[in-house]
């Protein structure tokens, strides 16, 4: 049936939870892509069969015309699924971006489900949002509700090491060890689940 | 037009209609009881309606009412809108309902789909607001894709209308790393 694959493929990325990747589907991807190969083919065939008939593509109302539409429908239909799977993946890259990218690599079971493209995607919209931050010498990421106090105590859930560079100082983030940090330094730490705050 | 990308347009297009062709196509496997690539003249065939709808517009063919606005819908949403199993007719049934309506030409789809929306919103609202978690669950294999989206938001209001009273700890965890936590001794 036409347009079924493509279909499946976006229904693949609706069932997946809200904001969480799925792996890429390599294989319903490319079969997508190989039916549009297959409709611009019969396409082609059908316009150049009303061609040698002598009709005028444009006008002639057949059965050969209407056969070529559906086709065409088809290719249309499959192209916008295609975008919709890749489009509504890279949103959800771009809000990893901001929510865990900023400070490290992605986690390594999220790194997986991306392939080549979106890998390359995610790293080149980190870096230019970085530069940005770093050239207007502003962190667009910290919290949006301005803090009563602008320090806050943690407590280390998870050994980061020693000489950790924060605004004004280092510090030795050992495990269970606890610090009066500056917030906007604490919460990048706090997203990524390696601090509790109290 | 709803957004080119939006993923539940997209679905919701998929849903089959039945439809009459007006003319003849040539080289489509379209019709599942014809023997040759081809669609003949006056076939009977259910097509998605992204199909339909520009073959519609095009004068090939004409599309009739689909099953889920039937009857007999119509009789169990007059009785009793509220407990309706409007997902398994449609998980799409408002959507799908407003797109099929101009089509078909049937102003009483559009009068159905209101009423039914109407007592169906105001149900909602109330279960989110009031019912423990676990008696609504089978309420919720009722709603279609917009309503459970409607229930959550009146859930998630809900809470945060609790947290903000109560107040709690701003900062979180970012949710997409949700899963890996690992039990920390």
């Not at chain 2, 109330?126 to 959550?152: M, V």
Request: contains cysteine; neutral net charge; aromatic residues 8%.
């Amino acid at each position: 049936m036409h347009g079924r694959k493509a279909y499946q493929l976006v229904k693949d990325f609706a069932s997946g939870e809200k904001g969480h990747l799925k792996s890429f589907n390599n294989e319903l991807f490319d079969r997508v892509i190989e039916e549009c190969n297959e409709h611009h083919n019969a396409l082609q065939s059908l316009i150049r069969k009303m061609q040698e008939e002598g009709l005028e593509v444009q006008t002639a109302k057949n059965a050969d015309h209407y056969g070529a539409l559906i086709h065409h429908l088809s290719l249309i239909r499959n192209k916008r699924c295609l975008m919709a799977y890749v489009y509504n993946r890279a949103e959800i890259v771009r809000e990893l971006a901001w929510n865990v990218g900023l400070l490290h690599e992605l986690p390594h079971e999220i790194q997986e489900k991306l392939n080549e493209t979106e890998e390359q995607y995610f790293k080149d919209h980190s870096k230019s949002l970085k530069l940005y931050m770093s050239q207007m010498n502003l962190d667009v990421n910290v919290d949006m509700v301005p803090p009563k106090d602008p320090y806050i105590k943690v407590r280390v859930l998870e050994d980061l090491g020693s000489g950790i560079i924060l605004s004004d100082k280092t510090a030795n983030f050992a495990r269970h060890s606890m610090h009066f940090l500056k917030r906007t330094d604490a919460e990048q730490y706090i997203s990524r689940d390696k601090d509790v705050s109290y | 037009m709803a957004n080119y990308y939006n993923i539940d347009d997209i679905l919701t297009e998929e849903e089959f209609v039945p439809v009459v062709f007006h003319k003849a196509a040539n080289g489509v496997i379209i019709d599942p009881s014809s023997e040759t690539n081809s669609v003949e003249q006056g076939a009977k065939v259910e097509l998605p309606l992204w199909l339909a709808q520009e073959l519609c517009l095009r004068q090939a063919v004409s599309i009739s009412v689909p099953a889920c606005f039937n009857q007999k819908t119509r009789l169990e949403i007059q009785a009793d809108a509220a407990c309706v199993d409007l997902r398994s007719r449609s998980p799409y049934f408002y959507e799908f309902g407003c797109k099929i309506a101009p089509l078909v030409g049937d102003k009483t789809v559009e009068v159905l789909l209101l009423s039914a929306f109407k007592i169906r919103y105001k149900e909602i609202l109330t279960k989110a607001y009031t019912a423990a978690h676990t008696a609504t669950s089978k309420f919720l294999t009722l709603l279609t894709k917009e309503e459970t989206n409607l229930y959550e938001a009146a859930q998630s209001s809900m809470a945060a209308f609790k947290k903000w009273r109560k107040g709690g700890p701003r900062l979180q965890r970012a949710s997409v790393l949700g899963r890996k936590r690992k039990p920390i001794e």
